[in-house]
């Protein structure tokens, strides 16, 4: 059988992956990515049988996430795309007064949008200097359904979009934090280190340390 080897370069503003994809998740207004993929593929049939690797970069951009109605802005990020697994290696933005900085893995999102076969669990760490509580209020209610946009036609982008969201509405979220300073209201801690799971919009506190009032 051929074999077919090739690579695919772009760079591209981050508004363009409103309209490719189709996706309400997030809702870029600015910034620029850049995108490198390497494919080797082995057409058999109708079959592309095609393995794809490479990064993705996010320089400066502005968003909304649609699920929580929530801004960020100053989005860097490095993303690094597998066969299978997707891995931000390093993301920072801002929300409201928050800095955040993460890390994270979502396994099997490729072969879930293949072919709807995942681990449906999204791991993230995020580190932070100071958290304003205040900013995250909308992130704790119930996540919100994201209609879909309407077309006359469905491109294939638009179907990958739509299996996207569905990956973030049944996958398990767990979270490691690690954070200098935490404050809401007239409450403030310092040294906060945990791990939060949440499923089926419930959230559950594993285990939580942090340092109040001269106490721990």
Known sequence: NPVITTSIVSNFPLTHINRISGSQVYNF???????????????????????VEGNLKITNGKAVYGPRSMPFNKINASIKITDKDIYIENLTCVTGKSILELKGNAPGLIDF??????????????????????DFVTFLGKRKSISPQKRKSTPKFYQEGSKF??????????????????EFENFSATAILGNITMADNDW???KMQMKHADGQ
């Open 204 to 206: 559950h506190i594993n």
């Open 29 to 51: 207004t600015e910034g620029t990515g850049s995108i490198l993929l390497h494919v080797i593929a082995q057409p058999e049939g109708k079959k592309l049988n095609a393995v």
């Open 165 to 182: 969201e569905k990956y973030l509405e049944a996958c398990e979220l767990d979270l490691h934090i690690d954070v200098k300073n935490i």
């Open 113 to 134: 949008i293949r072919n709807g076969k995942a681990d449906l669990k999204l791991s993230w760490t995020i580190k932070s200097p100071h958290i304003f509580l205040q």
